[in-house]
């Protein structure tokens, strides 16, 4: 079936490293991917997404790249600040649209 | 412009009690979607509705949870008799239409003791 593994957390970094969170994904056909993110009491909201190949998903200094040979759609930020601290959820949508299947999520703790 | 609302935040219930868990799409969002989320495990969908009608109720488990999305009013998520196993933090979404991007809620944290 159709699933989303990220790598466990907390991701502890300092402000202005680089951030990685790897996200692959298992599905049948051409999924879209997503990246979401939980900032502290507060709901999901879309970072980013790509809906095919070798596309690129990119918004606040955060990109992904949907990647079919390796079934990875990993995030990225060259420089990270405090307020990026929140939690990462990747996630794909392989037929009905509102049926997002999420990995279990990323924390991330941004140290000044 | 007020996000998706959801009350209460925390919600505490023994086994065996109900649970009601209610949620208030985005203005002009006619369409709702409740997800759960089990502790360590990523948010999986339960049902989808619009007003009066459910679409699609896939995720749900066949027993002990309803929803409704009445003309007037919240959505509301009903889970009977509750057991340990229900405790999850619990979201609701909301979009324009079946096809555009859904906009979460802060969730609701159900603990059964």
């Known amino acids: 079936g159709n699933s989303v593994t990220q790598m466990e957390g907390p991701v502890t970094l300092s402000e202005e490293a680089f951030l990685t969170i790897n996200c692959t994904y298992t599905a049948t056909g051409y999924p879209s991917l997503f990246w979401y993110v939980q900032y502290p009491g507060e709901g999901l909201q879309l970072l980013l997404k790509?809906?095919?190949?070798?596309d690129k998903g990119s918004n606040k200094g955060f990109e992904a790249t949907y990647r079919k040979e390796t079934t990875s759609f990993h995030l990225e930020k060259g420089s990270v600040q405090v307020s990026d601290s929140a939690v990462y959820f990747c996630?794909?949508?392989?037929?009905?649209?509102?049926?997002?299947?999420f990995g279990s999520g990323t924390r991330l703790l941004v140290r000044p | 412009n007020a996000g998706v609302m959801q009350n209460p935040r925390h919600l505490v219930r023994r086994r065996g009690q109900e649970a009601r868990l209610r949620c208030s799409p985005m203005?002009?969002?006619?369409?709702v979607y409740w997800y759960r989320q089990l502790p360590e495990e990523g948010l999986k969908f339960m049902v989808y509705?619009?007003?009066?009608?459910?679409?699609?109720e896939s995720g749900m488990p066949k027993e002990r949870f309803s929803a409704e999305f009445p003309k007037e009013g919240p959505s509301i998520l009903r889970i009977q008799q509750v057991v340990r196993g229900d405790s999850a933090a619990y979201f609701c979404?909301?979009?324009?239409?079946?096809?555009?991007?859904?906009?979460f809620g802060n969730g609701t944290r159900l603990t059964v003791t």
């Open positions: 790509a809906t095919k190949a070798d």
């Open positions: 509705l619009q007003k009066e009608n459910i679409i699609d």
């Open positions: 979404a909301s979009s324009v239409d079946w096809d555009s991007p859904l906009h």
């Open positions: 203005k002009g969002h006619s369409h």
């Open positions: 996630a794909l949508v392989r037929d009905s649209s509102y049926k997002l299947i």
